[in-house]
Nanobody, 122 residues
Framework: QVQLVESGGGLVQAGGSLRLSCAAS????????MSWFRQPPGKEREFVAA????????YYGDSVKGRFTISRDNAKNTLYLQMNSLKPEDTAVYYC???????????????WGPGTQVTVSS
């Protein structure tokens, strides 16, 4: 079991950047696949990015490829999401999640943070 807390959300203008962080606590952070999901108001939860336990493999949803970068620092028990060229359609609550395998399906993840709001204005 991993406890997760996101931070770094806020209000940003279109074209701007934000970096989200996800702080993990527990003994097994480095053994988990980590992912970011987002959920716009009234919409289903959407896959954003995933990263293998050692950071060697990353995966991105089509809507964020080329703009977002996922990374992790196992020594700091922290997951990151660098978001560039933000668009109003990126507005959502962003969640980090921990699981045992990389997946774009939110149902495959065991542990979730409470989320952080990202709002992109036009």
């Amino acid at each position: 079991q991993v406890q997760l807390v996101e931070s770094g959300g806020g209000l940003v203008q279109a074209g701007g950047s934000l970096r989200l962080s996800c702080a993990a606590s527990g003994r097994t952070f480095s053994s988990y696949v980590m992912s970011w999901f987002r959920q716009p108001p009234g919409k289903e939860r959407e896959f954003v990015a995933a990263i293998s336990w050692d950071g060697g493999r990353t995966y991105y949803g089509d809507s964020v490829k080329g703009r977002f970068t996922i990374s992790r620092d196992n020594a700091k028990n922290t997951l990151y999401l660098q978001m560039n060229s933000l668009k109003p359609e990126d507005t959502a609550v962003y969640y980090c999640a921990a699981g045992v395998r990389s997946s774009s399906d939110y149902r495959e993840y065991r542990d979730w943070g409470p989320g952080t709001q990202v709002t992109v204005s036009s």
